[in-house]
């Protein structure tokens, strides 16, 4: 009996410490968990783009060709290498006057940075309120921005459609609508602003 009470002595003083707390990580940010669920989507993308700029090519050509004025520039710039750094808009607030409606993509490598891109405004703006943002990508509607404390457009839904000149159109579904709701949003917000 004794042995026993010694051994069970021997064994509560030789055991291990109990594991401490796993440290929580780091919280991403909403850009963050975008490019998360927009890299899974990738992969289903893929395919679908590379059918789209294929097949359109040569209609896109035809398109410049026969266009003119504000129309041909627009769809000249759809162009591979024509367009001037489209995905680098609204990196601050106060420099973004409205939020874009959509960007054309003919690379489906460049489909991210136009999600990222039509997103960003409205990060900057929930960023800058101090309000959060909820990022859901779903394969099938696309990715739904859920910003929180925003009575005006409380919820932002990005997609992406096949171009008939080839590649997709990313858009904000809504986007005259949503748009004019960003401007009055960042207007009242930078007129409080000290």
Not at 32 to 40: E, F, K, M, N, P
Not at 89 to 100: G, K, S
Not at 177 to 186: K, Y
């Amino acid at each position: 009996m004794a042995l026993q009470i010694l051994l069970l002595a021997a064994g509560v003083a030789f055991a291990a410490p109990a594991p401490a707390p796993k440290p929580k990580a780091p919280q991403r940010s909403a850009e963050d968990v975008l490019s998360a669920g927009l890299s899974r989507l990738r992969q289903k993308r893929s395919l679908e783009m590379r059918r789209a700029v294929l097949g359109g090519a040569e209609e896109l050509r035809d398109a410049v060709a026969a266009g003119s004025g504000p129309e041909r520039k627009r769809l000249a710039a759809r162009l591979p290498g024509m367009a001037e750094e489209p995905y680098d808009i609204c990196r601050d607030l106060e420099r973004c006057r409205e939020a874009p409606r959509s960007l054309h993509v003919e690379e489906h490598f460049l489909a991210d940075d136009a999600f990222r891109a039509l997103a960003r405004p409205w990060i900057k703006l929930q960023e800058a309120r101090g309000k959060a943002v909820k990022v859901i990508v779903d394969p099938g509607s696309g990715v739904r921005l859920e910003l929180e404390d925003l009575p005006r457009w409380p919820v932002v839904t990005l997609s992406a459609e096949p171009a008939p000149t080839g590649g997709f159109d990313v858009v904000v579904e809504d986007g005259a609508e949503a748009s004019r709701a960003f401007a009055v949003e960042r207007a009242e917000f930078l007129s409080r602003k000290p």
